[in-house]
């Protein structure tokens, strides 16, 4: 398997641009998971979704940020307006129901900076 | 809020030495108890984790210690190698909401050739 896949790698935008950041999950896998990465505030979780519905947003910081599961292979993750503060390392993580200790597995991450 | 508080923030090991990672919680509703693993550039990964009926779990050079009365847990890398340096977090899972977890704010962890 490839594991968790995320795709831009890398994105530069400017404040104001709309960014849209894209998960597939590893196969077989029901449970989806956004998380943001910053020095000041370490790991936070965004949103999950079980079974491609949202089941916890709480994590989300505000209306400009909304997440989609479409269908089990793939979500997005969507900042419009984009703002500095947004700068980041946002993960993409997947499980499975049962998993020894609800593990996750993560991908790489994209490195989000806005100018 | 801080739920799950881990010291130190960095730390400098000597190849072959023990390297102590501490941390502490206060919700007593937490079920699992995880430390991940992340190498830069990558995702964290799952390095080993606990359940708190348990006070000790071993897997070759690392241990997790768990003291469910003082609700403190800690990593112990054993003959340190610089293989190992990496940002260690540990993590907390609530039985009520067994998919979300709970990570501590990391810990720098450098080995010294």
């Known amino acids: 398997d490839a594991g968790v896949i995320q795709s831009p790698r890398h994105e530069v935008t400017e404040m104001g641009q709309e960014v849209t950041l894209r998960c597939k999950p590893i196969s077989g896998h029901d449970y989806l998971f956004w998380y943001r990465q910053t020095m000041m505030r370490g790991l936070e979780l965004l949103i999950y979704f079980n079974n491609n519905v949202p089941i916890d947003d709480s994590g989300m910081p505000e209306d400009r940020f909304s997440a989609k599961m479409p269908n089990a292979s793939f979500s997005t993750l969507k900042i419009q307006p984009s703002e500095p503060r947004d700068s980041a390392v946002y993960f993409c993580?997947?499980?499975?129901?049962?998993?020894?200790?609800?593990?996750?597995?993560f991908g790489p991450g994209t490195r989000l900076t806005v100018l | 809020q801080q739920q799950v508080k881990q010291s130190p923030q960095s730390l400098i090991v000597q190849k072959g030495g023990i390297s102590i990672i501490n941390c502490a919680y206060e919700n007593t509703a937490f079920d699992y108890f995880p430390w991940y693993q992340q190498f830069p550039g990558k995702g964290p990964a799952l390095l080993i984790a606990?359940?708190?009926?348990?006070s000790e779990k071993k897997e070759g050079r690392f241990t997790i210690s768990f003291n469910k009365s003082a609700k403190q847990f800690s990593l112990h890398i054993m003959d340190s190698q610089p293989g190992d340096s990496a940002t260690y977090f540990c993590a907390a899972i609530p039985y009520s909401s067994a998919s979300k977890i709970i990570f501590g704010s990391g810990t720098r962890l450098s080995i010294r050739p």
């Open positions: 993580a997947s499980s499975t129901s049962g998993a020894p200790y609800n593990e996750q597995f």
């Open positions: 606990i359940r708190p009926d348990v």
